[in-house]
């Protein structure tokens, strides 16, 4: 079946540009998250989504990231006024089924993790 | 969060054993055990969880000491497709994974 997918998989932005990063998580997940990897880190959390609710955007560097989720489904990462430091590997991972949520008894459930976005401010 | 340290870099020769170490000192005791590899240009991917007892599954085994502070990730028989970071990750629940820096596997042909 489908993966997570996302687009663009390479962005070049100006200082100062916007940018829209687009997740399209598995169908049915209710759990999206968004990390960002510098150049030889790992992953770094940035925000979380359970269904349409933010419910944890704690790791946003600034309040130039802006994420969203509408319906539930797709999510897209914004980036306002791009900085050099902004450059980095955007990465979407969704997981948790609507039943596994709700009967959720255990402790574990994988994140399936799509490309990522290779973002290069210049 | 909790932490967990791995030495940076192994290698390993092509279809031997790979025993990758990982230290869990702050685990908590609802934490899982999990292991993320990261291939080249790719997304993290899910390899390997468990709690107290080893673990074995399609992709590698996972051997975790009585007191939770360590585990080793086994790879029965690498091969080139296994070069990889190897992240091993404290985790409960739906939380966000906390990752290190991980281990860069080189495997020599």
Same mark, same amino acid.
């Given at each position: ?122 | ?12 020769? +092509?279809?031997?054993?790979?025993? $990758?170490?990982? /230290? ?8 899982? *055990?999990?292991?993320? #590899? ?6 993290? +991917?899910?390899?390997?969880?468990? $709690?107290?007892? /080893? ?8 051997? *975790?000491?009585?007191? #939770? ?41």
């Amino acid at each position: 079946g489908a993966g997570v997918s996302q687009s663009p998989r390479y962005k070049v932005a100006k200082r100062g540009q916007d940018v829209a990063l687009r997740c399209d998580p598995i169908s049915g997940h209710v759990s999206l998250f968004w990390y960002q990897q510098a150049l030889g880190q790992g992953p770094e959390f940035l925000t979380y989504f359970q269904n349409e609710a933010q419910l944890d955007k704690s790791g946003l560097p600034s309040d130039r990231f802006f994420a969203e989720r509408p319906e539930g489904s797709v999510s897209t990462l914004k980036i306002q006024r791009t900085q050099q430091e902004d450059s980095a590997v955007y990465l979407c991972a969704s997981s948790f089924t609507a039943d596994s949520l709700f009967f959720h008894l255990s402790s574990y459930d994988e994140q399936y993790f799509g490309p990522g976005t290779r973002l290069t401010v210049t | 969060d909790a932490k967990t340290t791995q030495p940076n870099s192994m290698e390993s020769n +092509e279809e031997e054993p790979v025993h $990758l170490p990982c /230290n869990h000192s702050t685990i908590s005791g609802t934490d899982y *055990i999990h292991w993320y #590899r990261q291939l080249p240009s790719q997304g993290p +991917e899910y390899v390997i969880h468990g $709690l107290t007892s /080893n673990v074995n599954n399609r992709m590698a085994s996972l051997a *975790i000491a009585e007191d #939770r502070k360590s585990s080793t990730l086994i790879l029965h028989r690498a091969t080139l497709r296994d070069a990889a970071v190897y992240y091993c990750i404290d985790h409960f629940g739906n939380e966000k994974l906390t990752f290190g820096t991980g281990t860069r596997l080189t495997i020599i042909p």
